[in-house]
């Protein structure tokens, strides 16, 4: 059985009796870092962004959302505007948490058709298959999908 570990009690994460696999907690401490280094970078120059709340024309139903820009890991100059610069950014990450499904597998973000009201998915062009589905887990990532259904030798 995987090592587990019991979260801490804290308001903005509210899962106080929630137990994971160390292997998961640490990806997502690691993810976490990450997060907050890319964030802290020298400079970010932002070139422009389209599709975000507050923009004219914006449509709060669309999950469309780009930007163009640099990032530094070190630079003689700062960040020009940093709260604006971190909005657009968790604007971006949040359109994708908020429009893709998450791997039951590997945790990697991927587009699912059918959740986006579509007709049909990149999946349906597959053979059915016997996966996990129920319990929370709706699908497999594309690569995690493959790995799933290649026949493993014995």
């Not at 907690?25 to 932002?46: E, H, P, T």
Request: with cysteine.
């Amino acid at each position: 059985m995987a090592d587990l570990v019991k979260d801490g009690s804290n308001e903005e994460f509210p899962t106080t009796d929630m137990i994971v696999p160390v292997t998961e907690y640490n990806r997502l401490v690691r993810d976490a870092k990450r997060w907050r280094a890319f964030l802290s970078s020298a400079r970010i120059r932002l070139w422009g962004w389209a599709g975000f709340e507050g923009q004219e024309g914006h449509d709060p139903d669309s999950p469309h959302r780009h930007f163009g820009g640099e990032f530094w890991t070190t630079h003689p100059a700062t960040t020009s505007n940093p709260e604006q610069t971190r909005g657009v950014l968790e604007g971006y990450v949040d359109a994708i948490v908020n429009t893709h499904q998450e791997c039951a597998k590997c945790g990697q973000f991927y587009q699912c058709g059918a959740e986006q009201g579509k007709s049909t998915c990149w999946c349906f062009e597959l053979p059915p298959s016997a996966l996990p589905v129920g319990d929370g887990v709706k699908c497999l990532c594309p690569s995690c999908l493959k790995d799933a259904r290649t026949p493993k030798k014995v």
